[in-house]
């Protein structure tokens, strides 16, 4: 498989549909076809779990009430497989609380004539540094 000379409009069209289903909450169960039954992985703050059922227990256990994606900066790679790696810069905000910077990484997988996600990792920003 080639390189996907679509990768940087695949992957930027990919993250604003993510994050305006995610971030509805009449829509966020909708991210589960974005994931694969078995073969999708995710690590939320380092929590591993596998496959769409488990992933979206997860993010279905969030206990925000309201959450707003708003993202810095996109990056895309095109993979030798036919993937796309996406990397996301933003910050989160989540009902009253001051905003997070977080950052995300996904895989997009070609699967038949769409993508799915087989990686996903995120993780806020948070420097527990010691003074």
Do not use: W
Not at 71 to 100: E, H, R, S, W, Y
């Amino acid at each position: 498989m080639a390189l996907n000379p679509n990768y940087d409009q695949i992957g930027k069209a990919f993250t604003q549909q993510y994050y305006a289903l995610f971030d509805n909450q009449a829509t966020r169960g909708q991210l589960q076809a974005l994931y694969n039954a078995n073969q999708s992985l995710m690590s939320f703050e380092g929590q591993q779990m596998q496959g769409a059922e488990k992933i979206m227990e997860k993010i279905a256990s969030l206990t925000f009430q309201k959450i707003q994606h708003l993202i810095t900066a996109v990056d895309c790679q095109p993979m030798f497989d036919g993937g796309i790696l996406i990397n996301v810069l933003g910050q989160l905000k989540t009902d009253d609380d001051p905003p997070q910077s977080f950052m995300q990484n996904f895989v997009l997988r070609p699967g038949g004539d769409s993508f799915y996600i087989q990686h996903d990792v995120f993780r806020l920003v948070l420097h527990n540094v010691a003074a």
